[in-house]
């Protein structure tokens, strides 16, 4: 009954607490609105080769990922769902990837189950499938990595072995093309180690070709297509995106080493006071070929990331699926055994989570009200649906640990399915902007000209209004390097410029501008603007409708 009903079970669980609520809740500033737009421009302009944003070059990422989430939109529509479908297909798939990897490796429905099971409830992993940039994307790829290597070393046959390593070569390609050369390295890290320890190095040498050979085929022709696009793309993506990101003295988000450790730790909720024995267990069958990998696949690509000076949580997604394969094969010797401290100890430990959670929104609330009394009955109550909905699950795992071991995955699934459409006003008007676009789009639509001094403001504008050519007045942010191109100055305006140009613009017609006002900077910006807009306000976040200047 496992075997037959438990993957079709867990994929429907997926649709229900993770694609349903994709809709929930406007795009957020400033990753996915500007995922969404440079995906739309490329359906827009058909420039497939070379990202865009917003008609300026952006060469930070490759083009594989833009072309799925801008597949997601000609499928289902330049809307919520369509720019989400990418990251949530992504999760599913690497769902998938832990029930046929754990199949290979124990042979055991019950182990099969419960780290899919693992995983999938992993809050990190049920959170990012519901967002809109690359990293579910470059994980669900990184993970096939380490699922076909495994397929490599333990086929028998010739022939599994060569379509083992091809896979390989082809999850490389399209990592690759999803967000760099990360993808062609994180496998050799796992795989080198491995067969020198399993004196299988020639073997790694003789069948590696064929995997090197597929991930040039599959990449090889959209990087000739951008270097004939754009001869200056590989010098900055290989030096700015990753030479200076992981050596250089200014890197961005630059992180101390042992950053991912405790982030690791809280990647795994709700399943944490399972780690200590995950980790004896690991370490006592460590000389087990099959736990030796799984070590190899959760270690090495933490050390690299650790060394690398610019860091960001997302990294080191791809660690996950190899600590689920860890965690679930203890987790399913315990229940065998009838252990159930562990278990009882994070039922507890979850419960107290939540608890305090309680507490302290109920305190907020009534002391400082982080939702506004009448106007958001609906999301609080979403909220503490959520709060009594993980206590319950929990305190039913800390009762009965062996035959309800699974209960925090409720809790998880109801984090994901209610809290980002309960999330108040305040986040909600400042964070996701294209929702306050959205009720001003006849006034927008008729605009000439459209002008915004924010990037996540920009962005969401532009892919609201489906335009690309959004003027950006007095900020640059990551378009610095797109916008020392000479023929993308006309994409900026500064203080000095800016009366000139609303009065040319005005000239043509309407101008729609999107202002983020936060301080005194903005206020002054805002300023330099004519006085004879219509204005709307929420939040931060301020759009303003110029009329044509009567000739």
Request: hydrophobic share 50%; charged share 15%; proline share 6%.
């Amino acid at each position: 009954m496992i075997r037959r009903w438990a993957l079709p079970l867990l994929l429907l669980a997926f649709g229900l607490f993770y694609l349903l609520p994709l809709t929930t809740h406007g795009l957020w500033i400033p990753d996915e609105t500007r995922y969404a737009q440079i995906s739309q421009e490329m359906l827009l302009t058909g420039k497939w080769a070379s990202p865009h944003f917003m008609g300026i070059r952006y060469f930070e990422k490759p083009a594989a990922g833009y072309w799925m989430i801008a597949l997601g939109q000609a499928i289902f529509g330049q809307n919520l769902f369509g720019v989400r479908f990418a990251s949530a297909l992504s999760t599913a798939l690497s769902i998938v990837l832990v029930y046929l990897v754990s199949r290979r490796l124990w042979n055991d429905p019950q182990k099969t189950l419960v780290s899919t099971v693992l995983y999938m409830s992993f809050v990190s992993v049920a959170a990012l499938a519901g967002y809109a940039n690359l990293d579910p994307q470059f994980t669900f790829w990184v993970n096939l990595t380490g699922v076909a290597l495994w397929f490599c070393f333990d086929s028998t046959t010739r022939n599994g072995r060569l379509a083992s390593w091809a896979l390989l070569g082809f999850a490389c390609g399209m990592g690759f093309m999803t967000k760099g050369f990360l993808a062609w390295l994180l496998p050799v890290l796992i795989a080198l180690p491995y067969a020198i320890w399993q004196k299988r190095f020639r073997e790694l040498l003789g069948y590696g070709v064929v995997a090197v050979v597929v991930a040039i085929v599959v990449s090889l022709p959209w990087a000739l297509a951008v270097h004939l696009q754009e001869p200056d793309y590989w010098n900055f993506f290989f030096w700015h995106e990753h030479i200076q990101r992981f050596a250089g003295d200014d890197a961005q988000h630059a992180e101390p080493f042992w950053y991912y450790l405790p982030l690791l730790v809280a990647f795994s909720l709700p399943w944490v006071a399972l780690l200590p024995s995950t980790v004896i267990h690991a370490w006592q069958a460590k000389r087990l070929p099959k736990t030796a990998f799984l070590l190899l696949w959760l270690l090495m690509p933490l050390a690299f990331f650790s060394l690398a000076k610019g860091k960001l949580p997302s990294y080191i997604m791809p660690c996950l699926l190899p600590l689920a394969l860890l965690m679930g094969s203890t987790l399913a010797d315990k229940l065998a055994a009838g252990r159930s401290r562990a278990l009882r100890i994070n039922g507890w430990l979850n419960l107290v989570i939540g608890v305090v959670g309680l507490l302290a929104l109920t305190w907020f609330q009534l002391k400082k009200p982080v939702y506004e009394h009448g106007q958001e009955t609906l999301s609080l109550v979403l909220v503490f649906t959520f709060l009594f909905g993980w206590i319950i699950a929990n305190l039913l795992q800390a009762a009965r640990p062996l035959k309800l071991w699974a209960a925090p995955v409720i809790g998880s699934w109801l984090l994901v399915a209610l809290v980002p459409a309960a999330l108040p006003h305040s986040v909600v008007y400042n964070k996701t902007p294209d929702q306050f676009i959205i009720d001003h789009l006849q006034e927008l639509h008729p605009a000439t000209a459209l002008l915004s001094n924010d990037l996540g403001a920009a962005s969401a504008l532009s892919w609201r209004l489906g335009r690309p050519d959004v003027t950006l007045y007095n900020t640059v942010g990551e378009v610095k390097y797109g916008l020392a191109y000479p023929d993308a100055t006309h994409h900026k305006v500064d203080t000095t410029q800016v009366q000139q140009w609303m009065s040319e613009a005005r000239k043509k017609g309407p101008v729609g501008v999107v202002m983020r006002v936060k301080g005194d900077d903005e206020i002054a910006e805002v300023a330099l603007l004519p006085n004879d807009g219509q204005r709307y306000e929420q939040g931060n976040i301020v759009i303003l409708i110029f009329p044509q200047a009567v000739q």
